[in-house]
């Protein structure tokens, strides 16, 4: 395996880690949308184009999309950016 390949399963497992321990929901979402996009190159240089594809859209696109919608209608978008503004 070379060197590249050893970075993105290191992040891999930053994102696996840090997605558990972020407070934040979008942020944890961010997060889990870039980790979707990195197993899907990592799909890629195992030569397998057909999961990658499927890892970019559904992991990194449906799947985000879903989230930020849930968010959007349990209010918890706009109580964050209420909370950073009563903070300031």
Same mark, same amino acid.
């Given at each position: 395996m070379t060197v590249f390949t050893y970075i993105l399963l290191g992040f891999l497992i930053v994102c696996a880690v840090s997605v558990s321990l972020i407070k934040n929901l979008l942020t944890a +979402?961010?997060? $889990?949308?870039?980790?979707?996009?990195v197993m899907s190159v990592v799909w890629m240089l195992l030569e397998s184009p057909d999961l #990658?594809? +499927? &890892?970019? #859209?559904?992991?990194?696109?449906?799947t985000s999309i879903l989230f930020f919608i849930t968010l959007?209608? $349990?209010?918890?978008? &706009?109580?964050?950016k209420e909370e950073k503004h009563g903070k300031e």
């Open positions: +979402t961010v997060v $889990l949308m870039g980790y979707s996009l #990658a594809i +499927t &890892e970019a #859209a559904v992991g990194a696109g449906v959007k209608k $349990l209010h918890a978008i &706009e109580k964050q």
